[in-house]
């Protein structure tokens, strides 16, 4: 039984975890398989968590809202697999969004999620304003000051999560770990990936060999800074009701990390095939030999033997943060949406359709002529998009 330990990088986009600015996340590339297209099943924490955990999508997960819903009774997390099979199972994480209320601790031996409350002293799991949220995060060097903790009384196998929040709104650097950071976002980023390199040091001084490890490092979505990145969206770029993350589904939010390495599996490995997160939990099941059940995700194994070569998977996403955005009146014309992103195995073609849900508003996108997403063809039932 090999020792496995998850990394959410929390709100890091993939084209800045994929610069080559955090050797923390090159360490890990170097070492594993790099899944170049990666997309998130939401563009929110508890949403996108539990179909990582579950291998589930969110209609049948349960949690599709920020604040309305918790862990459908009939899924099963990967953590209570695990434990089952005889895993010590921990988990530190630190945000609002993975508070035990969504029931996202189950089948953890340990879950600390404790953060402090908001600067005004109220209670931030009840705040559905997704910046303010922000405020209230366990920072990086706690996470893997407890994280380590737990390790130091493990003897047998465990599966260790650790979350990071730094990379979350408010972007405010403590410390200066890349001087190649092109935005106050990307120092967050590099503070995050420092701390993660601590992490690792630290398993492997505490007797837990990285090459005996299989780790698995993603983040749940990306953030759309406003302009500060050619495919931003938000603010005064036409979206004003969208703050970083959880109203759109374009590319800077469901564009994530993905990297996946351990025993046995081939070292810096780039696939290019695009997967999904909800891919996660059935691969590290068929990895360990158990038995996957019903799931929405499909194991990425076929990857791991091929030098990166897999078929691509379509890619579904979905927010309904809308609904809970337009409840202070401010735009209360705001829909829930979804998205289905393809990518051909020909010529790496890409195609997304976005659709409002509940309307017939549709939108095309070719995302090898229009890679950020900014000229969206209007659909209607008869006209098709051209290929």
């Known amino acids: 039984m090999h020792n496995i330990l998850f990394v959410s990088l929390d709100t890091v ?56 819903e918790r862990l459908a009774p009939e899924a099963t997390t990967l953590a209570e697999r695990l434990k089952a099979a005889g895993y010590a199972t921990g988990a530190v994480v630190s945000c609002p969004g993975l508070n035990k209320w969504y029931g996202m601790d189950r089948g953890f031996d340990h879950y600390d999620d404790e953060i402090p409350r908001l600067p005004d002293g109220s209670d931030p799991l009840t705040t559905p ?55 106050p976002y990307e120092g967050e980023v590099a503070y995050s990936d420092h701390h993660l390199q601590r992490l690792l040091r630290g398993m492997e001084e505490r007797g837990h060999a990285r090459q005996d490890t299989l780790i698995v490092c993603f983040s749940d979505h990306g953030e759309d800074l406003a302009g500060w990145y050619p495919n931003d969206h938000a603010g005064s770029l036409g979206h004003p009701y969208e703050e970083g993350h959880g109203c759109l589904l374009f590319d800077a939010t469901q564009h994530v990390p993905l990297i996946i390495g351990g025993p046995g599996l081939p070292r810096g490995v780039e696939a290019g095939g695009q997967v999904r997160l909800v891919d996660i939990a059935p691969t590290v099941l068929d990895l360990l030999g158990m038995d996957k059940g ?30 809970e955005r337009r409840a202070d009146g401010q735009y209360p014309g705001l829909s829930p949406l979804a998205a289905v992103r393809l990518q051909d195995d020909g010529e790496g073609g890409r195609r997304k359709v976005i659709w409002q849900i509940g309307t017939d508003t549709v939108e095309y996108y070719d995302l090898r002529a229009d890679p950020h997403e900014l000229n969206g063809q209007r659909l209607s039932a008869e006209a098709p998009p051209q290929a």
């Open 13 to 68: 986009r993939a084209d800045v975890a994929y610069s080559g600015k955090m050797p923390g996340i090159e360490s890990l590339r170097r070492d594993g398989v790099t899944f170049r297209q990666a997309i998130s099943s939401a563009p929110f924490t508890p949403v996108s968590h539990a179909s990582v955990f579950t291998g589930l999508q969110p209609a049948r997960h349960g949690i599709r809202h920020l604040l309305r």
């Open 129 to 183: 304003d997704v910046k303010k949220r922000g405020l209230a995060l366990k920072r990086a060097p706690l996470v893997v000051e407890r994280a380590l903790a737990w390790l130091e009384q493990q003897e047998g196998p465990f599966f260790l999560f650790a979350h990071f929040f730094d990379a979350h709104w408010p972007y405010e650097p403590p410390e200066n770990f890349c001087s190649e950071a092109a935005n």
């Open 294 to 323: 019903d799931l929405d995700g499909l194991s990425l194994t076929e990857f791991f033997g091929t030098g990166g070569e897999g078929a691509s998977r379509p890619a579904y996403s979905e927010t309904y943060y809308p609904e």
